[in-house]
């Protein structure tokens, strides 16, 4: 079993729709969870940035984890058509010296105008 | 103008060749990665740097070197020994110390010609 897990996609909605992207990872050391947007041939864009589980809200976008199901979620409300990108999550532990991100493979978005 | 800078943002090299990717941050981080990113697998961790003149192999270091002799400078050369170095490289940093946000650069594209 893969770290983490994200269905690859390709997801495509109609602008206005909510947006729920997911992840699911095995490694319960997990302890900071991160949403990166990527446009195509750019560097990934940090979105989100959370710390064990509960919600965050900033603006349309909502992050929740949910450390007891290894689950963590992306919402994205009234998408926009400049929402359309790869949608990545990562995860890390703390303590020491560990830095080091775990991502998953990302998801596509396309929001259709 | 405070960000990650990486240049240049497309690279081709000849097969044998060795080939040197700057990437240089002005944010005061102390920590520096290299991620190496393909279509369908994510990225992965190619060398880190939590503090000047040290680094770390992450999960795919063989044929690629790194040096961090400034804070804000972390090379990362791509030697011949790399059998399919053709890819999308970004580098990242983050303050360090426990701190697990991770901001990227804009990449550079290597193709092997």
């Known amino acids: 079993q893969k770290e983490v897990e994200q269905d690859p996609g390709p997801l495509s909605v109609p602008e206005g729709a909510i947006v729920s992207l997911n992840c699911t990872y095995s490694?319960?050391?997990?302890?900071?969870f991160m949403w990166y947007r990527q446009y195509s041939r750019k560097g990934p864009e940090l979105l989100m940035y959370?710390?064990?589980?509960g919600n965050k809200e900033d603006g349309r976008f909502t992050a929740q984890v949910d450390k007891s199901s290894k689950y963590i979620s992306l919402f994205i409300r009234d998408s926009q058509p400049s929402d359309s990108a790869t949608y990545l999550c990562?995860?890390?532990?703390?303590?020491?010296?560990?830095?080091?991100?775990?991502f998953g493979k990302g998801t596509l978005l396309t929001v259709n105008p | 103008d405070g960000g990650i800078t990486q240049s240049p943002k497309y690279l081709f090299r000849k097969e044998g060749q060795n080939v040197t990717l700057s990437c240089e941050q002005n944010?005061?981080?102390?920590?520096m990665y290299w991620y190496r990113q393909d279509p369908g697998q994510g990225l992965r961790l190619i060398y880190y740097?939590?503090?000047?003149?040290?680094?770390q192999k992450g999960d795919i270091a063989e044929g690629y070197s790194v040096s961090r002799e400034k804070k804000e400078s972390f090379p990362l050369t791509v030697t011949s020994a790399q059998k399919n170095p053709t890819a999308f490289y970004l580098c990242?940093?983050?303050?360090?110390?426990?701190?697990?946000?991770?901001?990227f650069g804009q990449g550079t594209r290597l193709t092997v010609v």
């Open positions: 990242a940093s983050s303050m360090g110390r426990g701190n697990t946000e991770v901001f």
């Open positions: 490694n319960s050391a997990f302890q900071y």
């Open positions: 959370t710390y064990s589980s």
């Open positions: 990562a995860m890390s532990y703390s303590g020491g010296s560990n830095y080091k991100l775990t």
């Open positions: 944010l005061n981080h102390d920590a």
């Open positions: 740097s939590q503090i000047v003149n040290d680094f």
